[in-house]
């Protein structure tokens, strides 16, 4: 499957990627990390994870990451932590000294991802001139 980006409007739907921009993001390395724990420890915890996401913005190929908090109360996942990696060496490196390994606070279940596909809004230029060409 072609990787591919969504400009509503488009005749079409989806577009390829433009090369410079499918190079990229073709290495970056996103891992996902549902948290499950009880609200009593989530305050220590998230004390914790911000001193640890501190530490890690000053690794090598550290993109960003966000921590996000369910609306859904009673949900399986309270906490959801998302971070960007230049690429995946560089995020195994990181954890030679993520203080985060091994916490008992919480269980965490982390994956590790690649972006295939993107939506971007569609500027109004783009819809009235009907611009269809690759991004």
Request: with cysteine; charged share 20%.
């Amino acid at each position: 499957m072609t990787d591919q980006v969504a400009v509503p409007g488009a005749s079409g739907g989806a577009i390829p990627l433009a090369d410079n921009w499918r190079r990229q993001m073709e290495d970056r390395h996103v891992v996902i990390i549902p948290i499950e724990i009880d609200a009593e420890r989530e305050g220590s915890y998230l004390d914790a994870w911000q001193n640890a996401a501190e530490l890690m913005a000053t690794q090598p190929g550290f993109i960003r990451t966000y921590m996000f908090r369910t609306t859904v109360p009673g949900s399986r996942f309270p906490l959801v932590n998302v971070a960007e990696w230049e690429s995946a060496a560089h995020w195994e490196e990181a954890m030679n000294v993520c203080p985060m390994l091994g916490q008992g606070m919480a269980v965490t279940h982390a994956s590790n991802y690649r972006a295939i596909r993107t939506v971007l809004p569609a500027t109004r230029q783009q819809l009235n001139s009907g611009e269809t060409e690759t991004r």
